[in-house]
């Protein structure tokens, strides 16, 4: 077999709009696609999306494949990995909002169970309310890292800030939160105390 006689390479079909080169590439690169997803991103159904999302941006970028510079795998992972940062970013950048529900009364009453739930809905609102004192980049890592399970140098990556940046911020904001929350406390032992 010649030179002449290969196949372009899949990438290449794809940009030129060849349906059955998709149907192979995302048939190949499914795999590496969702287990790099899988890595960064909690929510299934958002993993999911997100995998969407990147084949069509694969699909879109195809044109821009030049097999000098590297391979079709590196290509895909690069694409996928920009969009996973991106996607990183998007989820920093939304405000979490957490409803928190009383309890009924008259269970709350009557069950030991139902008293320790809202002692744990009174706390979690008391920390949320610190959560927004604190500096922006502060409350964000704090986010990132407890709410959404991120890892220090992920989020240096998602966020573009450097990793010791990250960590001080972390250190500090967590610092800050506690000592907001250990001046709540003894004005409020006290009010119940009377």
């Not at 080169?21 to 790099?36: D, F, H, P, Q």
């Not at 996607?87 to 009383?102: D, H, N, W």
């Not at 990132?144 to 966020?159: D, F, K, M, N, Y």
């Not at 960590?167 to 967590?174: C, I, N, P, Q, T």
Request: charged share 25%.
């Amino acid at each position: 077999m010649t030179a002449t006689d290969q196949p372009a390479p899949l990438l290449q079909r794809v940009a030129d709009g060849d349906q059955d080169a998709m149907r192979t590439l995302i048939k190949r690169y499914s795999g590496l696609v969702w287990s790099l997803v899988r890595r960064k991103i909690r929510s299934q159904s958002d993993a999911e999306d997100l995998v969407q999302e990147i084949f069509a941006d694969v699909w879109k970028s195809a044109h821009r494949y030049d097999a000098g510079v590297g391979s079709e795998d590196t290509f895909v992972a690069m694409i996928t990995r920009r969009r996973i940062i991106d996607q990183i970013r998007r989820i920093g950048r939304t405000p979490t909002q957490v409803t928190l529900e009383a309890p009924n009364a008259q269970t709350a009453c009557s069950q030991t169970q139902d008293n320790e739930q809202l002692d744990t809905t009174s706390n979690a609102g008391r920390v949320m309310g610190v959560l927004r004192t604190l500096r922006p980049e502060r409350r964000q890592t704090i986010e990132l890292s407890i709410v959404h399970g991120l890892s220090h140098s992920q989020i240096a990556e998602s966020t573009g800030m450097p990793l010791g940046t990250v960590k001080a911020h972390l250190r500090r904001g967590l610092d800050e939160v506690r000592t907001l929350l250990a001046s709540q406390l003894p004005a409020e032992s006290k009010e119940v105390s009377r």
